[in-house]
């Protein structure tokens, strides 16, 4: 189940990327498990990982070898996050690395390792091993669809976008593929995303790009306010379309920020959207707060709250819940007689009570709607934030009960 999404129908060929997707039998299912992506010489990357103490060995592989070098591939695989699995997990994430830069001859730090799954198994290196020579023969350019399917995993559709701009007169394409539905409250990214540009970029900013990026999409978004060892967001720049280098300077460089920009928000909110038993979409945006962090603080109190969003699945206009949550969010010297909270354009809150124009019918015409906004008007300062996250259902449960059954 999702709200308001439909899978991707085509996307737009990054010049200097091929894609490969193999179903290795990592999953019990049987179904596409693992995908390899390939870069020309010369690529640039940006990567953001998880702030999960806990964080799976091909996070750790990753972030190392990104430190050292521009990767020239990336290997994913689904059905197992290699993690909570110590020493030898790190030597299986090594293992990848080394397979993959044996088959397309570059260096092993050149390929960058990702897992997402279940937790605590070990990789099963022999399926990997022996699905290495299948996906070199897969490799094309056009292959993204098959390796947004390919990295999901209680995902119940595939998520990926495409924008094309022009640069200086160059035609430039940004293409990404995510996946994610539970575990989502990232504080980085989400659980995987692979977003590619032909854009040729400074490397130094290219890593500024990205985490700007990831600061107003992924890091706006939760389901369940758990962040997942495995979450990782790259960025990389082949160059291939041949357009001037970018550097943060100039109106070029505004223009691919703000396209970097789109593709993230999009990834993002396709997370939500599909998240784990969702049936609603909600936007929580905090007005007129004293500081960005109090905005983010109100607004990720209220779209964490099981209440709220038990509520929100039963279409139930409880006000009481939104103001509870607004109410223990930590705000000093908060001024309760100044907020104000909407329903979509619904005031249901004012003067630290109902607002007097409010009426159950009223509120429960926008419950109803799949998409709700939940707006909170501090009126302490000028400052702002917008969270995306999903309602808490039955469903919900049932996924995550059954997980590993």
Known sequence: MSVGLSPPEYLLIVKGVRLATVAAGIKSNQQSDLVLLTFDADTHCAGVFTRNAFSAAPVIVAKNHLAQTSPRALLINSGNANAGTGAHGLRNAQQCCALVADAIDCAENEVLPFSTGVIGEDLPMGKVEAAIERLLHELAADAWLQAANGIM?????????????????????????????????????????????????????????????????????????????????????????????????????????????????????????????ATKFVTVTVQSAATPAEAKQVAYTIAHSPLVKTAVFAGDPNWGRILAAIGRAGIDDLDIDQVRVYLDEVCIVSHGGRDPTYTEARGQQVMEQDEITIRVMLNRGAEQAKIWTSDLSYEYVKINAEYRT
Request: charged share 20%; aromatic share 4%; with cysteine.
């Open 153 to 277: 995993t209680t995902d119940t559709i595939a998520k990926a976008f495409s924008r094309g701009l022009q640069l200086d007169g160059t035609d430039v394409t940004i293409t990404g593929i995510a996946k994610g539905s539970g575990m989502i409250r990232p504080d980085m990214a989400t659980m995987l995303a692979f977003v590619t540009t032909d854009a040729a970029v400074d490397s130094a900013w290219l890593q500024h790009c990205l985490e700007s990026a990831v600061d107003i999409s992924f890091n706006c978004i939760t389901v369940d306010g758990d962040t997942s060892t495995n979450d990782a967001c790259i960025l990389a720049a082949t160059g291939a379309s041949g357009c001037r280098p970018l550097d943060g300077n100039g109106a070029d460089s505004e223009a691919f920020q703000q396209a970097i920009n789109q593709v993230l928000i999009q990834l993002a909110q396709m997370i939500v959207r599909d998240g784990e038993g």
